[in-house]
């Protein structure tokens, strides 16, 4: 089907940077049918929640917390997905999970990142 594979994590101190990317390979069947990309995280202690995703024409969407931090981006040449994540604060703390959609609608997601942001 499709396989994420999610790079980038790590850790990083306040005001900080880091990237990262997410390459989705497989079956041309499901990779060709690619609709929105997207990253999600979870916190300690907190329900996993929607970070920014884009769609294949380049729409976005960002939870309100990371706007003006934060950008989405992808590449659909090399079926990846990008978030560039800026000026890092401590409660961006989580394990950041990739998530693709295809059509007819399924969804796949990666195995997670972990990022921490701490001096």
């Known amino acids: 089907q499709v396989q994420l594979v999610e790079s980038g994590g790590g850790l990083v101190q306040p005001g900080g940077s880091l990237r990262l990317d997410c390459a989705a390979a497989?079956?041309?069947?499901?990779?060709?049918?690619?609709?929105?990309m997207g990253w999600y995280r979870q916190a300690p202690g907190k329900q996993r929640e929607l970070v920014a995703d884009?769609?294949?024409?380049?729409?976005?969407r960002y939870t309100d917390s990371v706007k003006g931090r934060f950008t989405i981006s992808r590449d659909n040449a090399k079926n990846t997905v990008y978030l560039q994540m800026n000026s890092l604060k401590p409660e961006d703390t989580a394990v950041y999970y990739c998530?693709?959609?295809?059509?007819?609608?399924?969804?796949?997601w990666g195995q997670g990142t972990l990022v921490t942001v701490s001096s």
């Open positions: 998530k693709v959609v295809t059509y007819p609608y399924r969804e796949f």
């Open positions: 497989g079956s041309s069947d499901y990779i060709n049918r690619i609709t929105t």
């Open positions: 884009i769609t294949r024409s380049g729409s976005t």
